[in-house]
T-cell receptor, first 112, second 117 residues
């Protein structure tokens, strides 16, 4: 079983819909990251959080440390949101820099 | 600032050939990483370097060597390429060093697509 599991693997939505992508992990962590991989392959960091909730534009990320679960929400989705969304965790015992363990990603397609 | 740059963007090798993937960052970051991305596997850490002059193995180091040439550059070498090394390779960097354990944002390069025949 992977230490980081994402669901769903694939998600298709209509423009304007509210989208939720889930991430569950089985290890103790010090932080969780959400990343976006564009269709061209580039990867950018969206959020890093260790508790509570963060918001940036139409994106909201939440984390529940006790339940070992995080969600990424996209409000008023748009075709340009189509990408792979990746969850990654930093295990609490990791030292040196910021070593991450990644989920497999969720492929999101938003149709006009 | 260019951020994290990688060369080449795409490479085809024959089994047994060697090559070096180059990575450079201009953000004065201490830590640098090499990942590979395969379908259905997610990103996996090959090697990382928490500071100039130090390197450590990640999850899948076999068949690879690395060199942290200076603070800016971190190269990945395949001494004898195998078809199993066909993948997309990403370099990343973050500010942290071997003396910190802070969770930080990582900045990724554009990736190198490698095909080993």
């Amino acid at each position: 079983k992977n230490e980081v599991e994402q669901s769903p693997q694939n998600l298709t939505a209509q423009e304007g819909e509210f989208i939720t992508i889930n991430c569950s992990y089985s290890v103790g962590i010090s932080a969780l990251h959400w990343l976006q991989q564009h269709p061209g392959g580039g990867i950018v960091s969206l959020f890093m959080l260790s508790s509570g909730k963060k918001k940036h534009g139409r994106l909201i990320a939440t984390i529940n440390i006790q339940e070992k679960h995080s969600s990424l929400h996209i409000t008023a989705s748009h075709p340009r949101d189509s990408a792979v969304y990746i969850c990654a965790v930093m295990r609490w015992w990791e030292t040196s820099g910021s070593r991450l363990t990644f989920g497999e990603g969720t492929q999101l397609t938003v149709n006009p | 600032n260019a951020g994290v740059t990688q060369t080449p963007k795409f490479q085809v090798l024959k089994t047994g050939q060697s090559m070096t993937l180059q990575c450079a960052q201009d953000m004065n970051h201490n830590s640098m990483y090499w990942y590979r991305q395969d379908p259905g596997m997610g990103l996996r850490l090959i090697y990382y370097s928490a500071s100039e002059g130090t390197t450590d193995k990640g999850e899948v180091p076999n068949g690879y060597n690395v060199s942290r040439l200076n603070k800016r550059e971190f190269s990945l070498r395949l001494e004898s390429a195998a078809p199993s090394q066909t993948s997309v390779y990403f370099c990343a960097s973050s500010e942290g060093s071997e003396w910190t354990s802070l969770a930080e944002t990582q900045y990724f390069g554009p990736g190198t697509r490698l095909l080993v025949l």
